[in-house]
């Protein structure tokens, strides 16, 4: 059994989602209840902020889901379909894949998205963060996607792939075993990470045609 599973935001829809933006909105939201993060020279990323919330200040994670669901409403509400990304759900789905959707985002906003933009009969299996317990690049969405696909995303299965924009995608495809498919991802971030995709796409529509070479 094959399976290909996609990432949703940059990968298969644009959207305005500023994910730094999100992180100054919860920083500023924990630093006024009085909550202090360690100093870094680097920025605090979305996950870390939840996951910094959960194990200090739990009473406040509600207020960060919601500020994270209202930036993700409107983004969605604006969002486009990437070129190309219709054709490559349509034509994994024609090769025999099956195909799954694995997001951060919530599971309300993402299935409205796909339905209003022609996508949600492509998918076999829709995991949001409403069905995982942890966020990626945690691979516990994974999990979700395996028990749906009856173990056809059993790790080091060969005909098995992740999709995705990002440096997150590659590590949780990583973290499960899973080949990794870049698309128009950042050489730096893939550098910084240590990601080494299985391949590098700047056009989704001719994904069908990678995995039908790539399986034979």
């Not at 399976?3 to 933006?21: G, Q």
């Not at 969605?76 to 894949?97: H, N, Y």
């Amino acid at each position: 059994m094959r399976l290909c599973a996609f990432d949703l935001d940059h990968t298969l829809v644009r959207t305005p989602l500023d994910l730094a933006a999100m992180a100054a909105d919860m920083r500023a939201h924990l630093e006024g209840a009085g909550v202090c993060l360690p100093p870094r020279d680097e920025r605090y990323r979305v996950g870390e902020l939840l996951r910094f919330c959960k194990d200090t200040a739990p009473t406040l994670e509600a207020a960060l889901w919601a500020l994270a669901l209202e930036r993700e409403q409107r983004a969605m509400d604006e969002a486009t379909l990437e070129p190309g990304a219709g054709s490559a759900v349509a034509g994994a789905r024609r090769l025999g894949f099956v195909t799954a959707l694995w997001t951060n985002n919530a599971g309300a906003v993402t299935r409205a998205a796909l339905a209003r933009l022609g996508l949600a009969d492509h998918f076999d299996v829709v995991v949001t963060r409403d069905e995982m317990r942890e966020l990626k690049p945690h691979p516990d969405g994974w999990r979700v996607i395996a028990a749906h696909a009856n173990g056809a995303a059993r790790m080091g299965q060969p005909a098995v792939y992740m999709v995705g924009d990002s440096w997150v995608d590659g590590l949780a495809a990583a973290a499960v075993g899973v080949p990794f498919i870049a698309y128009r991802a950042m050489p730096a971030d893939l550098a910084r990470w240590k990601i080494d995709p299985i391949a590098t796409l700047t056009d989704l529509a001719v994904l069908p045609t990678w995995l039908a070479a790539a399986e034979g």
